[in-house]
């Protein structure tokens, strides 16, 4: 088993870094935004991965992920301001850590970038290590898009 890290390419926001920093620290903020129509669609651009199920309270969230069964998510340390880091659970089946990294560019611009880092086997790794790689991107795409209050 080896460590494997996947950065995502840095993503701008419209917003004040307080304002990011506190919507993403807290994961009831998620389920406002992740609706039985939004997990459809995600579903619809990964067959593989059906997402339903999701709950979630200030420092972890849960849901059931196709057949892997019940994951977890739970916010493991903050930095205020600056990183939020994340460590998965339950059904998913690889060890895997991420960190939202904040960066101020202006009052309200901000730069972020997420690392997820997982360890698993070179046959793992082999299978799903480019969907990863993708995965991470399009979730940083995602985060920088949400309606930040």
Same mark, same amino acid.
């Given at each position: +088993?080896?460590?494997?890290?996947?950065?995502?390419?840095?993503?701008l926001v419209d917003?004040?870094?307080?304002? %990011?920093? /506190?919507?993403?620290?807290?994961?009831?903020?998620?389920?406002?935004?992740?609706?039985?129509?939004?997990?459809? $669609?995600?579903?619809?651009?990964?067959?593989?991965?059906?997402?339903?199920?999701?709950?979630?309270?200030?420092?972890?969230?849960?849901?059931?992920?196709?057949?892997?069964?019940?994951?977890?998510?739970?916010? #493991?340390?903050?930095?205020?301001? $600056?990183?939020? $880091?994340?460590?998965?659970?339950?059904? #998913?089946? %690889?060890?895997? =850590?991420?960190? %939202? /990294?904040?960066?101020?560019?202006?009052?309200?611009?901000?730069? +972020?970038?997420?690392?997820?880092? =997982?360890?698993?086997? +070179?046959?793992?790794?082999?299978?799903?290590?480019? $969907?990863?790689? /993708?995965? %991470?991107?399009?979730?940083?795409?995602?985060?920088?898009?949400?309606?930040?209050?």
């Amino acid at each position: +088993m080896g460590v494997t890290k996947y950065v995502s390419e840095i993503q701008l926001v419209d917003r004040n870094i307080e304002v %990011i920093y /506190q919507y993403l620290s807290n994961f009831e903020n998620l389920s406002k935004y992740l609706t039985d129509d939004i997990l459809a $669609k995600l579903s619809e651009k990964v067959p593989q991965i059906k997402i339903e199920n999701f709950e979630s309270d200030s420092d972890s969230c849960r849901f059931t992920l196709g057949s892997f069964g019940t994951s977890e998510l739970r916010i #493991i340390e903050r930095e205020p301001f $600056k990183t939020i $880091k994340v460590e998965g659970g339950g059904g #998913i089946p %690889i060890d895997l =850590t991420f960190w %939202i /990294q904040l960066l101020p560019v202006e009052t309200s611009l901000t730069k +972020m970038r997420l690392t997820l880092q =997982t360890e698993m086997g +070179m046959m793992v790794k082999m299978m799903v290590g480019n $969907k990863l790689e /993708q995965g %991470i991107n399009q979730l940083a795409e995602t985060l920088a898009r949400l309606p930040y209050k």
